[in-house]
T-cell receptor, first 111, second 115 residues
């Protein structure tokens, strides 16, 4: 199973941009990069996903390295509600079994 | 829309007791998963199912059994509960194939304490 590596924790001030990195050096050509976040006392929620090109949605942006061995989740203006654990996972297009989450990055946002 | 519903939400067991956690989804999803999350830790996959009547082991399957008799339900059983199984359990589901937008849908979690 392809694995991801993320820093244990990061800090940000409110209204500043946040760049959350993820390394996935063993990614295969058919693996999508997915990001989820888990707010305190809640189940994880989907944030964004991509394959090769950078992606934007209302929650965040995903920047994918040209060699696809790393990616960065970008929160353009952090708010206190963005304080959560962020998980980067790999998911094959047609084979979605055995989705491994890892430990994620705990983001703290200060006012 | 109910989405993914887990029952019960809270349960306290004594060591050696058995119980079953129920996960129900109303989105006609093929794939379903059971994860556990210990305090301050990430999610660990216990078992998963790629369709009705199928199940497979995840990262930490020991001490658990699962069944997927109906497409909408995924049951997680503890035959003889141990304190090490004290955790929060999350169920998730996702569609297969062309309908797969990449999103896993999670339940709210079931907090289990084994004394």
């Amino acid at each position: 199973d392809a694995k991801t590596t993320q820093p244990n924790s990061m800090e940000s001030n409110e209204e500043e941009p946040v760049h959350l990195p993820c390394n996935h050096s063993t990614i295969s050509g058919t693996d999508y990069i997915h990001w989820y976040r888990q707010l305190p006392s809640q189940g994880p929620e989907y944030v964004i996903h991509g394959l090769t090109s950078n992606v934007n949605n209302r929650m965040a942006s995903l920047a994918i390295a040209e060699d696809r061995k790393s990616s960065t989740l970008i929160l353009h203006r952090a708010t206190l509600r963005d304080a959560a654990v962020y998980y980067c996972i790999l998911r094959a297009l047609w084979n979605t079994d055995k989705l491994i989450f890892g430990t994620g990055t705990r983001l703290q946002v200060f006012p | 829309n109910a989405g993914v519903t887990q029952t019960p939400k809270f349960r306290v067991l004594k060591t050696g007791q058995s119980m079953t956690l129920l996960c129900a989804q109303d989105m006609n999803h093929e794939y379903m998963y059971w994860y556990r999350q210990d305090p301050g830790m990430g999610l660990r996959l216990i078992h998963y199912s790629v369709g009705e009547g199928t199940t497979a082991k995840g990262e930490v399957p020991d001490g658990y059994n699962v069944s997927r008799l109906k497409k909408q339900n995924f049951l997680l059983g503890l035959e003889s509960a141990a304190p090490s199984q004290t955790s929060v359990y999350f169920c998730a589901s996702t569609p297969w194939g062309a309908q797969n937008t990449g999103e896993l849908f999670f339940g709210e979690g079931s907090r289990l304490t084994v004394l």
